[in-house]
């Protein structure tokens, strides 16, 4: 059932609930928010969205698109309010960046392949950034917002990419217990300055491991965090069957109940 009418009505009654929280008699906080606010606002929503992708609930998914899409609505209507640029603009922009990155579809270009795909998607995306002020920086495309860890794993990617790399894994092996190394040397100097800097130097290197076995650093993070979240819940949930919290129990309590939850199958 089509419904591009239908969604494209629904679209301006959005923006002009916007351009009613704007208006004078409009809302005071809503009226005072500028371009430069909406970092923070925008990954919020984003990572909410995220969240509820796993989940088997597609009313949360449809919630968290819409608190996402307000947003995006909300910024493109202060750009347009500057003369900066419309809503209109923004969609033309990416429409025409979307023909021209498939070639494949919108052209003559033949691909045998998903990897064929993926190629020529970054040589038009390369050739789009010549001219361009940072054409000469090969990380000018990756956000400085972006969570540290997918940042630095798209920074090696891309200098990979461009031959500064380790020959094989085992290279990065040794790297990192060359960076293991130093770290413990900056431990024991207690010059909390160079531990971070050593911290950051061990992270980076695991980072890069990742790459070597083709995994996401920040997918591997996350479910070993959902994990840790699993199996500490399970530990309070004992705690409190004998009537303790956490901070009234002991560590040798915790750790027992840790190991159990071990053996359990955690969802």
């Not at 609930?17 to 929503?45: S, T, V």
């Not at 959902?226 to 004998?242: D, I």
Request: charged share 35%; proline share 3%.
């Amino acid at each position: 059932m089509k419904t591009d009418n239908k969604d494209a009505e629904k679209i301006k009654d959005a923006i002009q609930i916007i351009r009613k929280l704007r208006a004078p008699d409009g809302c005071p906080w809503d009226r005072q928010q500028k371009k430069e606010d909406f970092g923070k606002y925008i990954l919020d929503e984003a990572y909410e969205v995220v969240d509820t992708l796993d989940d088997e609930n597609p009313q949360d998914l449809k919630e968290e698109l819409g608190d996402l899409l307000f947003q995006i609505l909300f910024l493109s209507e202060i750009c347009a309010e500057s003369g900066l640029f419309s809503l209109g603009d923004a969609v033309d922009g990416v429409n025409e960046k979307m023909i021209r990155r498939h070639p494949h579809v919108f052209g003559d270009v033949q691909v045998n392949s998903v990897q064929e795909v993926k190629s020529n998607w970054q040589l038009i995306k390369n050739e789009e950034r010549r001219g361009k002020k940072n054409n000469k920086d090969i990380f000018a495309g990756i956000p400085r917002s972006m969570p540290a860890l997918k940042r630095a794993q798209k920074i090696t990617a891309i200098a990979a990419a461009h031959g500064f790399d380790w020959d094989n894994m085992q290279g990065v092996m040794e790297k990192l217990k060359e960076e293991f190394q130093e770290f413990d040397g900056a431990v024991k100097t207690g010059d909390k300055n160079k531990i971070e800097e050593e911290l950051g130097d061990m992270l980076f290197t695991l980072v890069n491991l990742s790459r070597f076995f083709d995994m996401d650093a920040e997918t591997a993070l996350s479910e070993t965090t959902g994990k840790f979240l699993r199996r500490f819940s399970y530990v309070t949930e004992r705690l409190a069957s004998m009537g303790l919290t956490p901070a009234e129990a002991t560590l040798a309590q915790m750790d027992a109940f840790w190991d159990e939850s071990k053996t359990k199958d955690l969802k």
